[in-house]
């Protein structure tokens, strides 16, 4: 838990301030940062408390006359993207938002997230200013209260990493998950592949153009979906790996195939243009505001009508579908199980993604 008291002292450093070895010792410096950082823009009513741990109300995890008990969704997740600022968002962005996507992927409401800072000495305490508030800002945008967390610093030059984990409630009777997938079902695809990734490879590289990442929280994704009642087989954010390795770990975990069309998945102009001057395939592209759903075929109009309306859904379409149902036994053989369909009506198998993708991308 953090300890808060009261003004940074730090390190200058060219007219800034800079994390240093003291900032991790316990002592008033880690007092003073927590107090002046984090507090200024974490504080709530559970946090404000400094306890060693967070208390909060089980009744808003259920409402026992309506729902009953229901589950408690809980995740956890690290995030070492470099750059730690990139167009589109920022390290502190993308690990509220990939936390929470990741309870919402199970049906959750996310409520709680706890979050652990590894600083290292010379990170530059504006910078890391303009990351906890942009936590700060999502996390509300959200709903959601961070209610815990940690702070360390080590050696190094400036960098940062983040640790977090969401707690959220899933409704009793909601059961959503990558091995409910059945034939026939739909796979919908909540819109563009390879911003995240382009955009990252484009900072590093120092490549101008106009990518931003779609780093984003999916709630009115996945919300819109849950609040029409559709019977979502499964949801999952289309994250490190790309399309290709969700696909095969849904086929795998629901022992079926899949079959989807290359000309119906969506790119924009520029994101093509890069992947193609690179080499770069979409299909294993990370992306941060993506996700895909696996509805049953008689819902699969009125799930790409709702998800449409959204925000984040603007650009959904259905992409393919579980083509077959294998048999128990086939769960470890060879066989295919995610088929690309190209423009010109050949296939080609898509893998899992082997080897190192593009390292610290989120």
């Given at each position: 838990?953090?300890?808060?008291?009261?003004?940074?002292?730090?390190?200058?450093?060219?007219?800034?301030?800079?994390?240093?070895?003291?900032?991790?010792?316990?002592?008033?410096?880690?007092?003073?940062?927590?107090?002046?950082?984090?507090?200024?823009?974490?504080?709530?009513?559970?946090?404000?408390?400094?306890?060693?741990?967070?208390?909060?109300?089980?009744?808003?995890?259920?409402?026992?006359?309506?729902?009953?008990?229901?589950?408690?969704?809980?995740?956890?997740?690290?995030?070492?993207?470099?750059?730690?600022?990139?167009?589109?968002?920022?390290?502190?962005?993308?690990?509220?938002?990939?936390?929470?996507?990741?309870?919402?992927?199970?049906?959750?409401?996310?409520?709680?997230?706890?979050?652990?800072?590894?600083?290292?000495?010379?990170?530059?305490?504006?910078?890391?200013?303009?990351?906890?508030?942009?936590?700060?800002?999502?996390?509300?945008?959200?709903?959601?209260?961070?209610?815990?967390?940690?702070?360390?610093?080590?050696?190094?030059?400036?960098?940062?990493?983040?640790?977090?984990?969401?707690?959220?409630?899933?409704?009793?009777?909601?059961?959503?998950?990558?091995?409910?997938?059945?034939?026939g079902d739909k796979i919908l695809l909540s819109g563009t592949l390879g911003e995240h990734h382009s955009c990252i490879l484009s900072a590093?590289?120092?490549?101008?153009?106009?990518?931003?990442?779609?780093?984003?929280?999916?709630?009115?994704v996945a919300n819109a979906l849950l609040d029409a009642d559709i019977n979502v087989r499964t949801m999952r954010d289309v994250t490190r790996?790309?399309?290709?390795?969700?696909?095969?770990?849904?086929?795998?975990?629901?022992?079926?195939?899949?079959?989807?069309?290359?000309?119906?998945?969506?790119?924009?102009?520029?994101v093509k243009g890069l992947t193609d001057i690179l080499g770069l395939d979409p299909m294993y592209m990370a992306n941060e505001g993506k996700?895909?759903?696996?509805?049953?075929?008689?819902?699969?109009?009125?799930?790409?009508?709702?998800?449409?309306?959204?925000?984040?859904?603007?650009?959904?379409?259905?992409?393919?579908?579980?083509?077959?149902?294998?048999?128990?036994?086939?769960?470890?053989?060879?066989?295919?199980?995610?088929?690309?369909?190209?423009?010109?009506?050949?296939?080609?198998?898509?893998?899992?993604?082997?080897?190192?993708?593009?390292?610290?991308?989120?």
């Open positions: 838990m953090w300890h808060m008291v009261q003004k940074q002292k730090g390190v200058k450093g060219e007219g800034r301030m800079k994390i240093t070895m003291a900032h991790g010792g316990g002592g008033k410096d880690s007092a003073d940062l927590m107090k002046n950082i984090f507090g200024k823009h974490f504080g709530n009513e559970i946090l404000d408390k400094m306890e060693d741990a967070a208390l909060v109300d089980p009744s808003l995890f259920c409402n026992t006359k309506k729902e009953g008990m229901g589950k408690i969704a809980c995740s956890t997740d690290s995030f070492v993207v470099t750059p730690l600022e990139f167009p589109g968002g920022d390290i502190g962005k993308l690990c509220v938002c990939g936390t929470l996507n990741d309870l919402l992927m199970m049906g959750a409401q996310p409520l709680y997230i706890t979050c652990g800072f590894i600083m290292e000495e010379g990170l530059e305490t504006d910078l890391l200013e303009r990351i906890v508030l942009s936590m700060a800002e999502t996390a509300k945008e959200a709903g959601v209260k961070i209610i815990a967390g940690d702070t360390k610093v080590i050696e190094g030059s400036g960098g940062l990493y983040i640790n977090t984990t969401g707690i959220g409630h899933v409704p009793s009777g909601r059961e959503i998950g990558a091995a409910n997938c059945k034939k590093r590289m120092e490549i101008e153009n106009g990518i931003r990442s779609d780093c984003a929280s999916l709630s009115d790996g790309g399309l290709a390795t969700v696909l095969n770990e849904i086929a795998e975990s629901s022992s079926c195939e899949m079959v989807i069309r290359e000309k119906d998945i969506p790119l924009s102009a520029e996700m895909i759903a696996v509805i049953p075929e008689k819902e699969a109009e009125r799930a790409l009508a709702s998800v449409k309306k959204t925000a984040h859904g603007k650009e959904a379409v259905i992409i393919g579908e579980v083509s077959e149902s294998l048999p128990v036994s086939a769960a470890a053989d060879t066989a295919a199980r995610v088929t690309l369909i190209t423009p010109l009506g050949g296939t080609r198998v898509l893998d899992m993604l082997y080897g190192e993708g593009l390292p610290r991308i989120c």
